[in-house]
């Protein structure tokens, strides 16, 4: 064979594991785009779960409050019937205000503050709130990485041979984080 | 970071072929002077096999039995097994079973073999001194440990390192009492097998530090540094971890019974086993960590 035939069968054989490298990168990529996001759903569920439960223990001490908590109730509706990215992200930073609102107005009752059953709410709210902020880091990290990957030469030929698109960020305002006002009561 | 589970996963080979070695050799030793021909060598290199591989597949389990440390549920620790979980959802690894040691010292570490096997273990004056941000930054901290696979590492130093101890002090012991007993009995007969543990003890004793070395070689100080800084990525908050330590130190007085040499490396900060001291001069022979201030420092310029 001549010389020129053994570089290009090189040339080729090279082409090829670096195209399956890339090929495997990106594929590992969107698992962990697609597993980050379901740790959000998750946790997002986790926390429609909860806001029931909170709602009607707030209920029966602070009564003077029904507009705040159907302003809660409503939103986690909505929230539960988001689809896209967008509008998920535009949706639970409603619930979150109204819940930050909500545990505001719980500091004015005393009472409702010894609640045994608010306060252990209060840290599961708490937890919820935080795991839903890492889970979404973990998620735009992964985001972030896929789509660098997509965007940049040369493994931006295979994602576009192989169809792979870029994924939209999750943003959220950022819950609990730092010393925040949920953590510290009083 | 991929490097750096790599270069943690060819320690973990070394060190296991070391004690291999190592073990074969006093074995040999051993069978040389009990002309005995290879079964000291051959014995000592299957007990040396048997190790490794407990230490390799029970060593967390081993390490949190010495600690004394309990499993716990969220029912029992809610706002802990949600910091856990909530740490282990951004790093992206699944949650570790979570321990409380029943100890007043504020420290904690990180056992098992990989990030499906491990284990967090806090002391109970952990949970009662520090405050949630401060609590995240700790276990953010034990978190890129497993991430990073330094818990294989430190898991396999603590077990192998830990039975090298317990064989080495059962030799010293049982030449000193022998030799009481056989000055006092003026017994001859066990001269010659007095002379070989005095010999083996003697070896062993000038192991010692050597051990130490090899414990600082394996696990850095700079992973510390590095683990610091993955658990501030981890929290995005680096005052909280920084907080933290800064309250350890204040408390590095309060001493630790269940911290010994042989896992002194894996805690969050170096145990003292001393009422009233810092660190004990035995303890600084096993130093593994970097000055609490340098890393306080460090966080606060992030």
Redesign the interface.
């Known amino acids: 064979m001549p010389a020129w035939l053994w570089i290009v069968i090189v040339v080729v054989v090279l082409l090829l594991i670096g195209g399956i490298l890339v090929y495997n990168r990106l594929v590992a990529l969107r698992n962990?785009v697609d597993?980050?996001w379901s740790?959000i759903d998750v946790?997002l569920r986790r926390r429609y779960d909860l806001i029931p439960n909170l709602v009607e223990t707030v209920q029966g001490y602070a009564t003077h409050e029904r507009e705040l908590f159907e302003h809660v109730t409503e939103a986690r509706a909505r929230a539960m019937d988001a689809n896209a990215v967008p509008d998920q992200a535009q949706a639970e930073n409603q619930v979150t205000r109204g819940l930050r609102q909500l545990l505001a107005v719980a500091e004015n009752y005393p009472d409702l503050k010894a609640n045994e059953n608010f306060l252990?709410l209060q840290?599961?709210l708490?937890?919820?709130e935080?795991?839903i902020?890492?889970?979404r880091?973990?998620y735009n990290d992964?985001v972030m990485r896929l789509n660098t990957l997509i965007g940049s030469f040369p493994s931006n030929l295979v994602a576009k041979v192989f169809g792979f698109r870029d994924r939209e960020f999750f943003d959220i305002e950022d819950p609990a984080?730092?010393?925040s006002v949920v953590?510290?009561p009083g | 970071m991929y490097e750096q589970i790599a270069a943690n996963k060819r320690k973990t080979f070394l060190l296991i072929f070391g004690a291999i070695v190592l073990l074969g050799a006093v074995g040999y030793v051993l069978g040389l002077l009990y002309a005995s021909g290879p079964y000291g060598l051959v014995g000592a290199v299957a007990l040396a096999i048997v190790l490794s591989f407990t230490s390799y597949f029970a060593g967390d389990r081993i390490v949190l039995a010495s600690t004394r440390a309990k499993q716990v549920t969220p029912q029992e620790q809610p706002r802990l097994h949600n910091i856990v979980e909530g740490l282990s959802i951004a790093a992206g690894i699944p949650k570790p079973r979570v321990y409380v040691i029943p100890e007043r010292a504020p420290n904690a570490f990180a056992t098992g073999r990989n990030p499906e096997h491990s284990s967090v273990a806090v002391t109970e004056g952990l949970l009662e001194t520090m405050n949630r941000v401060e609590l995240e930054g700790v276990i953010g901290h034990e978190l890129a440990h497993v991430v990073d696979r330094d818990i294989l590492v430190g898991t396999i130093v603590a077990t192998l390192v830990g039975a090298i101890v317990l064989i080495s002090e059962f030799f010293m012991r049982s030449w000193w009492w022998g030799g009481f007993r056989g000055r006092r009995g003026g017994d001859r007969s066990g001269g010659g097998a007095e002379a070989i543990i005095f010999a083996i003890g003697l070896v062993l004793l000038v192991l010692a530090p050597i051990v130490g070395q090899i414990i600082r070689l394996a696990v850095s100080r700079q992973r510390e540094f590095l683990a610091d800084a993955q658990g501030a990525m981890l929290t995005r908050y680096p005052p909280g971890l920084a907080s933290a330590l800064r309250k350890i130190g204040a408390a590095s007085a309060i001493p630790m019974r269940s911290a010994n040499n042989a896992t002194a490396h894996l805690w969050l900060n170096q145990p003292s086993r001393i009422e009233g001291e810092g660190t004990g001069t035995l303890e600084k022979l096993f130093s593994t960590h970097p000055p609490i201030a340098e890393r306080i420092r460090r966080l606060e310029e992030m």
């Open positions: 962990r597993n980050g740790q946790q252990a840290e599961e708490t937890g919820t935080s795991k902020a890492y889970a880091q973990f992964q984080r730092g010393p953590d510290f």
